[in-house]
């Protein structure tokens, strides 16, 4: 997978996320989206893809009627609690399937991304000239003419063509770059969106709580994360977090570990931007 499709999968992932799942026909508008991509650049899961997303079997429900004819008695029927059940069991399978969708998108943005070569390149390999270049992922080729090696991580490598060279690649640990300040923000976005659907379990522990989750919210979307490393807006966050804690316990409110099966726990779990966020959440 080349940089570029995997970026442009990633805010297609985003774009997912943040749909609402029931209606299903929103999301079956993003699985017809994303099917050139996956088609193009993931083709060997793309019938994987096509099962995932296929629409989940709805539920059935069973209607019932009685009374009045040759038995007297009043009637009745059940279809308004059928109907209300139905929507309930299709909201359910709606989200589920979207879920398998998002963590499925994650698995192929988790794989390897491999170099790309363009025609110049490709000309100085068949004119025997060695080409070296970095990349993400773990090429390690070896052979009589050439070898290489890569050091300090199975996920920032080298990768070589040509004959008789060497090139090795390193790991700097803490370098990684925060996504753009459009991306962060979608990121806070989507959290603000699973806080507000945790909005009556929070008040049901603290009604404090919602209010403490939603300024931080409101707060760590200001942020500035361009130009800076993934390492520097986690800090960033965490004192934004440190402060509104602070403020709330002039309320009365103290830090306190949150369930791991809220939304927005998981929500911010599910980004390495705000994975230090969640884990501080749960633990209190």
């Known amino acids: 997978m080349n940089r570029e499709a995997q970026d442009k999968l990633r805010l297609l992932r985003q774009d997912l996320a943040e749909l ?5 026909e929103r999301v079956e508008a993003w699985v ?5 991509l996956i088609k193009s650049h993931f083709s060997e899961h793309f ?10 079997d709805w539920y059935f429900p069973v209607y019932a009627s009685g009374g009045g004819g040759r038995w007297g008695g009043p ?5 308004a609690e059928a109907d209300a059940r139905k929507d309930r069991e299709d909201r359910k399978l709606a989200e589920a399937t979207r879920n398998n ?4 998108v994650d698995g192929l943005l988790n794989l390897p991304s491999a170099p790309t070569q363009d025609s110049a390149v490709l000309e100085r390999v068949s004119q025997g000239q060695p080409i ?6 773990d090429f390690i080729m070896g052979g009589s003419k050439f070898n290489t090696s890569i050091s300090g991580s199975n996920t920032i490598g080298a990768f070589v063509q040509g004959d008789n060279v060497n090139v090795s690649g390193n790991l700097t640990v803490g370098a990684t770059r925060a996504p753009t300040q459009e991306q962060y923000k979608a990121i806070i976005k989507q959290a603000q969106n699973a806080l507000n659907d945790d909005q009556d379990t929070l008040e049901q522990l603290d009604e404090r709580l919602y209010e403490a989750l939603n300024q931080f919210l409101m707060m760590a979307r200001k942020i500035q994360v361009d130009q800076q490393t993934i390492a520097e807006v986690q800090a960033r966050m965490n004192e934004t977090l440190d402060d509104v ?6 309320k ?4 306190q570990a949150l369930p791991e099966a809220l939304k927005v726990i998981g929500t911010l779990a599910n980004n390495q931007v705000t994975a230090e966020i969640a884990k501080k959440l749960i633990e209190g």
Not at 20 to 24: A, D, H, I, V
Not at 32 to 36: G, H, L, N, V
Not at 101 to 104: G, K, Y
Not at 252 to 255: E, H, I
Request: no cysteine; charged share 15%.
């Open 20 to 24: 609402e799942s029931y209606p299903w």
């Open 245 to 250: 804690w602070a403020q709330q316990a002039s």
């Open 101 to 104: 969708i998002l963590h499925f």
């Open 75 to 79: 009637k009745w029927n059940n279809w």
């Open 252 to 255: 009365g409110l103290r830090p």
């Open 132 to 137: 070296a270049y970095y990349h993400q992922g």
């Open 32 to 36: 017809a989206s994303a099917k050139p």
């Open 47 to 56: 019938e994987e893809f096509k099962a995932v997303a296929a629409a989940p």
